[in-house]
């Protein structure tokens, strides 16, 4: 499963800053304590959707979500994060970074109600430059 997913990663990441996660990457990712992962079938014989996330006592962090360009503005992130926002316990504090230019997502993010909370400067490399990630953080005790 690990390959299919970091197949996946590779596909929706590999031209945006963040760098695509290798199989056996995220075979030790899926393997760590407190994470949550889902993923999302589209009649397809690979996965079109995936989140991880980690959950700690009193948060849970966002680790990578991506949808397959050919299966975006479906509604496969939001129902992503819903099934996240469901399994960790309420009231727990949800964070995650996002590409200051990755307007799609923070729109996304902002409808999910996530809130800016910090920015992390020159967090994501581009080619040879670098660009801000913003921190944006919500409260799971609040219906998606």
Same mark, same amino acid.
């Given at each position: 499963? =690990? *390959? /299919? #997913?970091?197949?996946?990663?590779?596909?929706?990441?590999?031209?945006?800053?963040?760098?695509?996660?290798?199989? !056996? &990457?995220?075979?030790?990712?899926?393997?760590?304590?407190?994470?949550?992962?889902?993923?999302?079938?589209?009649?397809?014989?690979?996965?079109?959707?995936?989140?991880?996330?980690?959950?700690?006592?009193?948060? =849970? *962090? /966002? #680790?990578?979500?991506?949808?397959?360009?050919?299966?975006?503005?479906?509604?496969?992130?939001?129902?992503?994060? !819903? &099934?996240?926002?469901?399994?960790?316990?309420?009231?727990?504090?949800?964070?995650?970074?996002?590409?200051?230019?990755?307007?799609?997502?923070?729109?996304?993010?902002?409808?999910?109600?996530?809130?800016?909370?910090?920015?992390?400067?020159?967090?994501?490399?581009?080619?040879?430059?670098?660009?801000?990630?913003?921190?944006?953080?919500?409260? !799971? &005790?609040?219906?998606?």
């Amino acid at each position: 499963m =690990a *390959e /299919v #997913l970091s197949e996946l990663h590779t596909i929706c990441f590999d031209p945006l800053p963040e760098t695509p996660w290798p199989a !056996t &990457a995220m075979r030790t990712i899926l393997r760590m304590p407190g994470i949550h992962s889902y993923a999302l079938w589209d009649c397809e014989p690979a996965p079109v959707g995936l989140l991880i996330g980690r959950e700690t006592r009193d948060e =849970a *962090e /966002v #680790l990578t979500v991506c949808v397959s360009p050919t299966a975006r503005r479906k509604g496969f992130a939001r129902d992503l994060f !819903t &099934a996240f926002i469901g399994d960790i316990a309420c009231g727990t504090r949800l964070v995650l970074e996002v590409a200051v230019d990755n307007k799609n997502a923070i729109e996304l993010y902002k409808s999910l109600k996530f809130q800016e909370v910090g920015r992390r400067p020159n967090y994501y490399r581009v080619g040879k430059s670098r660009i801000d990630a913003l921190i944006m953080a919500r409260q !799971t &005790a609040s219906v998606v």
